[in-house]
């Protein structure tokens, strides 16, 4: 393995520490987006019921607004409770899209990976190409052999930034659907809320009042 990286010359180096930055960045984003993180299971109904009832304080909102993604959308529907219902729709938009924002986060950097390692290697083959001709010029062709080895060696930066750029682009892709699939969940939770503080939707008895909501107050506990 080490041969390799030497053979590929010095653009391995960076190609190595894109490869390395891209695993980070998967790694952190797999454990940040779990589904627990992102849509708490429950949440949403316990704050309709509550916000029916009208019984969140400003510290209940403030802990669900950093209980998860959707206890911020969520608060930010009850921050303006009261109002017309476009001024809620607004107000939830807005704050949606700094919630998908941080979703997002570093995933422009690991989908400039996947566009730049394939680069990246194939000017290392260019570079080490143009060295081995250069030798060529100088010395002769010589052995066939040694002259196929150089080629193989060269190609060594164009197998490397493939192995960097594909699994880069998969997971690049896949954390993009996954943060589209929990945008269209958290939306409709949102508007099951706003139907909730217009007293469009059926409230459930089977809570006691009195108490914050259970996700909510775990998270200010």
Not at 64 to 91: F, T, Y
Request: aromatic share 4%.
């Amino acid at each position: 393995m080490l041969e390799l990286v030497k053979a590929g010359g010095w653009p391995m180096l960076p190609l190595l520490l894109l490869g390395v930055v891209a695993l980070a960045i998967v790694l952190e984003r797999l454990w940040s987006l779990r589904r627990n993180e992102v849509l708490p299971p429950g949440l949403g109904e316990e704050v309709r019921d509550w916000a029916a009832r009208g019984r969140l304080d400003p510290s209940h909102v403030e802990s669900l607004r950093e209980n998860s993604a959707l206890g911020a959308l969520l608060a930010a529907a009850l921050d303006v409770k009261g109002r017309p219902r476009e001024q809620i729709r607004e107000r939830i938009e807005d704050t949606g899209r700094h919630v998908v924002h941080r979703m997002e986060r570093f995933l422009n950097a690991l989908g400039t990976i996947a566009s730049t390692a394939p680069l990246l290697g194939l000017l290392g083959t260019v570079v080490g190409m143009i060295q081995m001709f250069l030798g060529i010029l100088d010395h002769g062709v010589g052995d066939v052999n040694q002259l196929a080895g150089g080629i193989g060696k060269a190609l060594v930066c164009t197998a490397t930034g493939m192995i960097v750029a594909v699994p880069a682009l998969i997971f690049h892709r896949y954390l993009k659907g996954r943060i589209a699939d929990y945008v269209i969940e958290m939306e409709q939770e949102a508007t099951l809320l706003v139907d909730a503080l217009d007293g469009r939707a059926p409230v459930s008895a089977q809570k006691l009042p009195g108490s914050p909501p259970r996700t909510a107050a775990m998270a200010k506990g």
